[in-house]
T-cell receptor, first 113, second 112 residues
C-alpha cells in the first residue's frame, strides 16, 4: 500500500532557530515528491518539487532533500520566522501521470517569538 | 489574476439539507479535485475530474456528488446522505496527472 509518513507530528521552536521535518514514503513507482505549506484555515501552497534524479531543491529559507534509494525526504527551514508557523505536507506522486497523489498527514510547526 | 477560488468561505448546513460548494479556476487546467480535511488527518480525495464531462470517485465519495459541465468549474454537493459533513473542503486543479496541484482557499462546512 502506498503510504507517506511524516515526523514529527508537531514541533515548537524559537524564532531564528533552524528545524528539519521528515517524510518517509513507500509510494512506488515513484514520480515526484512535493512539499506544501498550509497556513491555518487556508489552502496548501507548493514549496518545492523533486523528481527521482534530484536530491536537493531550495526555495528561499526552505531546502528539501530527497534520497530515492531509502525513500526519504526532509524539509529544512533556516532562521525560522513567525510566519513559518503552519502545517507542512509531504505529497508523493506515482509515475505514469497518476491523478491521485498520496498525502502525508503533515507536521504542525509553531514558531515562538 | 490567475488562480482558483472557492465560495463560500463558511457554510452552514441543516439536518437533511443538500448544500453545494463552488470551485472555479482560470488557470486553464484540465484536471480538478475535491479533498476533505479533518483535524489531524491528511487530505482525503472525494472526487476528481480529468476533463470536462468526466469525473471519478475518490476514496470517500459516499454522500457527495459533483459535476463538470465547464472546464473552469467543478462544484461539489454535500448531500443529506453524508452523515458527518463537518470538515474543511479544499478544491484543487492541475494541468495533467502528476503535475503540481494548485489549491483554493477552502470552504469550512458546519452543521447546525
Amino acid at each position: 500500500k502506498n503510504q507517506v509518513e511524516q515526523s514529527p507530528q508537531s514541533l515548537i521552536i524559537l524564532e531564528g532557530k533552524n528545524c528539519t521535518l521528515q517524510c518517509n514514503y513507500t509510494v512506488s513507482p515513484f514520480s515526484n515528491l512535493r512539499w506544501y505549506k498550509q497556513d491555518t484555515g487556508r489552502g496548501p501552497v507548493s514549496l518545492t518539487i523533486m523528481t527521482f534524479s534530484e536530491n536537493t531543491k531550495s526555495n528561499g529559507r526552505y531546502t528539501a532533500t530527497l534520497d530515492a534509494d531509502t525513500k526519504q525526504s526532509s524539509l529544512h527551514i533556516t532562521a525560522s520566522q513567525l510566519s513559518d508557523s503552519a502545517s507542512y505536507i509531504c505529497v508523493v506522486s506515482l509515475s505514469g501521470g497518476s491523478y491521485i497523489p498520496t498525502f502525508g498527514r503533515g507536521t504542525s510547526l509553531i514558531v515562538h517569538p | 489574476d490567475g488562480g482558483i477560488t472557492q465560495s463560500p468561505k463558511y457554510l452552514f448546513r441543516k439536518e437533511g439539507q443538500n448544500v453545494t460548494l463552488s470551485c472555479e479556476q482560470n488557470l486553464n487546467h484540465d484536471a480538478m479535485y475535491w479533498y476533505r480535511q479533518d483535524p489531524g488527518q491528511g487530505l482525503r480525495l472525494i472526487y476528481y475530474s480529468q476533463i470536462v464531462n468526466d469525473f471519478q470517485k475518490g476514496d470517500i465519495a459516499e454522500g457527495y456528488s459533483v459535476s463538470r459541465e465547464k472546464k473552469e468549474s467543478f462544484p461539489l454537493t454535500v448531500t443529506s446522505a453524508q452523515k458527518n459533513p463537518t470538515a474543511f473542503y479544499l478544491c484543487a486543479s492541475s494541468g495533467q496527472g502528476g503535475e503540481t496541484q494548485y489549491f483554493g482557499p477552502g470552504t469550512r462546512l458546519l452543521v447546525l
